[in-house]
Nanobody, 128 residues
Framework: QEQLVESGGGVVQPGGSLRLSCAGS????????IGWFRRAPGKGREGVSC????????YYADSVKGRFTISRDNAKNTVYLQMNSLKPEDTAVYSC?????????????????????WGQGTQVTVSS
C-alpha cells in the first residue's frame, strides 16, 4: 500500500528554520513527482514546491523562492523541504503528495488535483 508520512513540523520564531520530511512506503518516490502543499486557516491549498522524478527539475512558489529548498534522498526514499527565514505567513498545515504522471513541475504544483497520493500533513507555526 502506498503511503506518505510527513514529519518535522513544529513551532518556530520568525526568521527560524525547519526541515520537513516526506517518507514514502510501498513505492519508490524517485519515480514520482513529489509536491509540498500548504493550507493556512481560511485559505485554499497552495503549491509550495515540487520536484520531478525524471530530471530532478524543481518549482517554487514566488512566496517561498530563495527561502525554501526541496531535495530528494533516494536511498532513504524521502523528500525534504528545508524552510529558512520563516515568516508568520508561512504558518499552515504542510502536506506532501505524489504523482507518477509528469507534465511540468510548475503546472503540477499549481494544480493539486494532479496528485493522487497524499500524506496526513504536519503543522508549521511561525510565531514570536
Amino acid at each position: 500500500q502506498e503511503q506518505l508520512v510527513e514529519s518535522g513540523g513544529g513551532v518556530v520564531q520568525p526568521g527560524g528554520s525547519l526541515r520537513l520530511s516526506c517518507a514514502g512506503s510501498g513505492f519508490s518516490l524517485d519515480d514520482y513527482v513529489i509536491g509540498w502543499f500548504r493550507r493556512a486557516p481560511g485559505k485554499g491549498r497552495e503549491g509550495v514546491s515540487c520536484i520531478a522524478g525524471t530530471d530532478g527539475s524543481t518549482y517554487y512558489a514566488d512566496s517561498v523562492k530563495g527561502r525554501f529548498t526541496i531535495s530528494r534522498d533516494n536511498a532513504k526514499n524521502t523528500v525534504y523541504l528545508q524552510m529558512n527565514s520563516l515568516k508568520p505567513e508561512d504558518t499552515a498545515v504542510y502536506s506532501c503528495a505524489a504523482e507518477a504522471a509528469f507534465t511540468s513541475v510548475q503546472a503540477m504544483c499549481n494544480t493539486p488535483l494532479y496528485f493522487d497520493s497524499w500524506g496526513q500533513g504536519t503543522q508549521v507555526t511561525v510565531s514570536s
